[in-house]
């Protein structure tokens, strides 16, 4: 038994090993109080295969290596340590990028070295590779720009659009098959990978900021199946494992998502929704004007507040961006001081990713036990004093059940309708994102409060503690 | 010899899926943040690839192309995992939080 051979083995064990780890560490997500230790399982798993790696007989100049796994380090640990919660989404999306352009790079890389030497089968799995790769690295920009607010969030349409993608498409596909045949036409393979990058552009422009739960999921399946991709270029069985569990993860996050919103992938996708909601509702709107707005003062909304037994908060994008969760919180606690019952209402797309507001309230202290999933709520809200709806719109708008000419028309809403009262916060009477107008403002039950959330709650605060 | 190896690979990616699958769907809506950065801290096995290119030694533009495939990878595992623990240890039951009342 020479020491080759022993390496060998030892590379071996180490990627089931980390195939392993990976396996549990995803098993200790399915529970609050297991996902840490889950977590240093899938870390000890990751640390084994890139020393595996490392060793490999291949591997023979460490140089490049060196300098990009400290490089790549430093670039992680900066981004972890400065990202805060309320950007967890365009953190989110970055990540996808540059999982993407890894792999990206991988394929060319490969492909510029191997060029016409590569068989059929190993040019199916780079041609993958690359496809998904590169359509996910600008998707994935683009993405993060319209969370940013640094690219406008409402759809981006021009006239033909599905028709000219559709186009581009097919031509990707056309050149993919081309090259399985004649891989050795190096000019075709980098034209390829040019036109899926702008492929992914086109592909999320048209797609409304509200829909970015949806498109994060899935660019993050994507990434993954890249990965995937990768693993059958280099045969690489640990890669393949890897990349499978995050694609069938972002998968079932996309499904998850599309769900709770009543759409399906190819509307979200193809749909430009915001669009649709803008010239199906002008004439609707005008009408609704006409309706009454009850406007609440500050010590108007203390007292309900303070009468209450039961309140549900609903939180909504509009808390993220005035970073209210902290004011959220202290209000919370002196409402249970006062032996009032506090939770919180969760939709699933409740903010611009899965599981969004869940991060932010418990970044302030809020225990998980007080996040109520949707369908555990809404039997509750009929025995709800006051439900206290803070920058949400499209999922407690009643015309999800109500009026089948609504684009959310069959969309599962939180029926804060059904609760004795209810206090919007808002900043203006502006429609949300998807430009619906909601019934739920003009409900005689409710009363508004307008202006930045943070600011409302601090008053809230100051208002039950002193007045 | 290649078609056996492929199908080899067919295999693997099959049962990969169909675990993750069975795992990913017990996830509570609740931890669908942090399971997507963990899920793709994960993904970024594909610093594995990276380093296979980067070390290759074949030529300089495969070196170069290995080498930005490694840090880009490696920010993600590296930023990834701590961005999880970060989050998870956010997440806290109301016993745990009764000492600071």
Known sequence: ?467 | MELSMLFGSVYIFVLAGFVGFQLITRVPPLLHTPLMSATNAISAISVVGAVLVAGSGHDTVTNILGGVAVASAMSNVVGGFMITQRMLKMFKKEEAQKGHK
Do not use: W
């Open chain 1, 1 to 467: 038994m020479d020491a080759e051979l022993i390496k060998q083995v030892f590379i071996d064990v180490s990627y089931l090993g980390a195939s392993v780890l990976f396996i549990f560490g995803l098993k200790g997500l399915t529970a609050p109080n297991t996902a840490r230790r889950g977590m240093y399982f899938a870390e000890v798993g990751m640390a084994l295969a890139i020393i595996g790696t490392l060793l490999q007989a291949s591997v023979v100049t460490y140089t490049g290596i060196l300098i990009g796994l400290v490089l790549g380090s430093l670039i992680g640990v900066a981004i972890a340590m400065l990202t805060p919660m309320t950007a967890m989404p365009e953190r989110t999306a970055l990540s996808h990028a540059c999982g993407a352009l890894a792999v990206t790079l991988v394929g060319v890389a490969e492909y510029y070295h191997h060029g016409a030497a590569l068989g059929s089968g190993k040019m199916i799995a780079i041609g993958f590779e690359v496809l998904f790769g590169a359509l996910t690295i600008t998707g994935s920009l683009i993405a993060m720009g319209k969370l940013q607010g640094i690219i406008k969030g409402t759809p981006v349409t021009f006239k033909g659009q599905n028709a000219f993608n559709f186009a581009l498409f097919f031509a990707l596909i056309g050149m993919f098959f081309y090259l399985i045949f004649v891989p050795g036409q190096a000019l075709v393979f980098y034209i390829m990978t040019a036109l899926a990058l702008v492929f992914g552009v086109l592909f999320v422009m048209p797609i409304g900021a509200a829909d970015m739960p949806v498109v994060i999921s899935l660019l993050n399946s994507y990434a993954g199946l890249a990965a995937c991709a990768t693993g059958f270029a280099l045969g690489n069985n640990i890669l393949i494992i890897g990349g499978a569990l995050d694609g069938a993860s972002g998968l079932i996050l996309s499904i998850i998502m599309c769900k709770a919103m009543n759409r399906s992938i190819t509307n979200v996708l193809f749909g430009a929704f915001g669009q649709v909601a803008n010239s199906g509702n002008a004439p609707a709107s005008s009408a609704d004007a006409s309706q009454r707005i009850r406007e609440l003062k500050v010590d108007e909304a203390a007292e309900i507040f303070r009468n209450a037994q039961r309140v549900v908060i609903v939180p909504g994008y509009g808390l993220a961006v005035a970073q209210a969760q902290h004011a959220v919180r202290e209000f919370a606690d002196i409402l249970k001081s006062k032996n009032i019952d506090v939770k919180y209402a969760i939709h699933p797309v409740a903010g611009r990713m899965p599981g969004h507001m869940n991060v932010l309230l418990a970044e302030a202290n809020v225990p998980y036990d007080e996040l109520v999933e949707m369908d555990d709520i809404n039997s509750q809200f009929p025995q709800t004093d006051v439900s206290l709806v803070i920058g949400a719109n499209d999922v407690v708008n009643p015309a999800a059940h109500s009026n089948p000419g609504s684009p959310i028309y069959g969309m599962p809403i939180l029926e804060v309708d059904k609760s004795m009262n209810v206090i919007v916060l808002k900043r203006s009477m502006n429609p949300g994102f998807a430009g619906i107008e909601n019934e739920l403002f003009y409900n005689p039950k409710t009363s508004m409060v307008f202006g930045d959330a943070k600011d409302t709650m601090n008053k809230f605060v100051h208002e039950l503690k002193h007045g």
